[in-house]
T-cell receptor
């Protein structure tokens, strides 16, 4: 079975600073995707960044980047130059390409608050 | 292109009532799914479908039924609502074999069962 663990229920950071959200996962599959989704107070789920397991290079999207450690099954999200609009719940998610094709497994989320 | 739409946005039911949450997508995605979100639990998969006529159970299927008669629609039925089904429900869709695997989410339905 696939499991995703986010060990930080809440985090806070000052505007313009950098923050890292942690995520670990467990799987026996060799080919999969990992995602970070953002859920602001509007409740809409927004894709922040994705990583393909077979790619060694860490994904980046503007101020968002990941540290993907495949052997350690770790997938952390770094937010640089934090902005007030980054305040949201962040979910780490796993999508296998084997028998669980298409299914997303989510962590329990990290509530990030950015303060002025 | 409306993406994934869900209706209603809010619903209040009494214990024992039945209802259907509607979900539609206009992106010709093969894969559709329903999740429920409860505080501190993340999103958990209820049911999913890999194409018209094919559905399967997810992690928390009890008390819910689904069907997929068309590629576009994937309704979720609550047969006899219980307070434990108070939650926020999300529908999502994606391609299965595009190589991107991004799931697109609807805006959610907040359901309260009294």
């Amino acid at each position: 079975a696939q499991t995703v663990t986010q060990s930080q229920p809440e985090m806070s950071v000052q505007e313009a600073e950098t923050v890292t959200l942690s995520c670990t996962y467990d799987t026996s599959e060799s080919n999969y995707y990992l995602f970070w989704y953002k859920q602001p107070p509007s409740r809409q789920m927004i894709l922040v960044i994705r990583q393909e397991a077979y790619k060694q290079q860490n994904a980046t999207e503007n101020r968002f980047s990941v540290n993907f450690q495949k052997a350690a099954k770790s997938f952390s999200l770094k937010i640089s130059d934090s902005q007030l609009g980054d305040t949201a719940m962040y979910f780490c998610a796993f999508n296998g390409r084997g028998s669980t094709l298409g299914r997303l497994y989510f962590g329990r989320g990290t509530q990030l608050t950015v303060w002025p | 292109n409306a993406g994934v739409t869900q209706t209603p946005k809010f619903q209040v039911l009494k214990t024992g009532q039945s209802m259907t949450l509607q979900c539609a997508q206009d992106m010709n995605h093969e894969y559709m799914s329903w999740y429920r979100q409860d505080p501190g639990m993340g999103l958990r998969l209820i049911h999913y479908s890999v194409g018209a006529g094919i559905t399967d159970q997810g992690e928390v299927p009890n008390g819910y039924n689904v069907s997929r008669s068309t590629t576009e629609d994937f309704p979720l039925r609550l047969l006899s609502a219980a307070p434990s089904q108070t939650s926020v429900y999300f529908c999502a869709s994606s391609y299965l074999f595009s190589g991107r695997d991004e799931q697109f989410f609807g805006p959610g339905t907040r359901l309260t069962v009294l």
